[in-house]
């Protein structure tokens, strides 16, 4: 069995263009082309990918955003789920909800499935990264195998290196498997490790810890899974706002902070971020975002005071 934890599946609504510089205001039938363009690219490169043995019922996508908010319950439940309907809010028409709904209904199945298997003895491969959600993720699920007490013997563990050369020569750095081409994903099966059973514990024990500090942020700080607090990267996104004119495109600041920082957030972590900032009288909105579109696509002003 095979378990990536990758932000690539965080956001349901996902247009592929959240790291991008806006320079308009894109429609919904451009923003759906974009999605079905970028699901038919990954098709693609799936039916051309190098096998990694099994067929796809091996792979379990465990996507539940635990760097962000109430970690606190034993098994997700409503309390991830306000999460991530908080989280989704910022996407029209109600879909984050409906995606967060998904999300927990799949989870529970895939757990139940993938207990059984490891109970029958089934080998599993964690693919994991230091991007907040892949490593929250990692610790978490090894913690629920820790309860099911499977076996250190059966788990293995790929690790996304931090750079690498292509096949050009050039240096490659990738923050998460999910900016990893399905199709090369093969690459780094010699990456593979045997999971230590020190290594074991000691993750499970540290996602317990941070179950009872319940912080509302965790993040990757000089290489270590920390509790941070909410306002943890407002720096970087007030910054940007500072670079703007007393008028500003909110869809800017998002693109910018995402690519300039390369921080490992979501584009939702980001707008809400934002949102704080109007409910605290620093920005006031000029122009909202049409129904059909995340909330940050919208003008902001700076205030007065500020």
């Not at 095979?2 to 790291?19: A, E, G, I, M, Q």
């Not at 490891?118 to 309860?147: H, K, T």
Request: aromatic share 10%.
């Amino acid at each position: 069995m095979t378990f990536p934890f990758s932000n690539r599946y965080c956001n349901p609504l996902d247009t592929s263009v959240t790291s991008s510089v806006y320079h308009y205001k894109p429609t919904k039938a451009e923003i759906e082309a974009v999605q079905q363009e970028a699901k038919e690219r990954e098709r693609l490169a799936w039916e051309s990918a190098t096998p990694l043995g099994g067929n796809a019922a091996d792979i379990y996508g465990l996507n539940l955003v635990l760097s962000i908010g109430d970690i606190s319950e034993n098994q997700p439940g409503i309390r991830r789920k306000q999460t991530l309907e908080h989280l989704y809010s910022v996407y029209p028409n109600g879909e984050g909800q409906t995606a967060a709904h998904e999300i927990l209904n799949s989870l529970s199945e895939n757990l139940k499935a993938v207990r059984e298997r490891a109970a029958a003895g089934e080998s599993l491969r964690l693919w994991y990264s230091r991007q907040p959600d892949e490593i929250c993720g990692f610790y978490w699920f090894l913690e629920q195998l820790n309860q099911w007490e499977v076996q250190s013997t059966q788990i293995f563990t790929v690790k996304l290196p931090e750079w690498e050369a292509d096949d050009k020569g050039n240096i490659v750095q990738q923050s998460s498997w999910g900016e990893v081409a399905c199709d090369e994903w093969y690459r780094h099966l010699d990456l593979q490790k045997p999971m230590l059973p020190v290594f074991y514990q000691i993750c499970a024990s540290h996602w317990r810890a941070l179950q009872k500090e319940n912080a509302p942020l965790r993040a990757t700080l000089n290489g270590q899974l920390v509790s941070a607090p909410e306002t943890l990267y407002d720096d970087f996104i007030i910054r940007e706002i500072a670079a703007e004119g007393e008028n500003f495109q909110e869809a800017m600041i998002v693109g910018r902070t995402l690519g300039k920082y390369q921080l490992g957030i979501s584009d939702s972590w980001v707008a809400l971020r934002i949102e704080e900032m109007i409910h605290a009288g620093k920005l006031e909105v000029v122009t909202p975002a049409s129904k059909d579109m995340p909330i940050y696509y919208r003008v902001l002003k700076k205030c007065a005071n500020e």
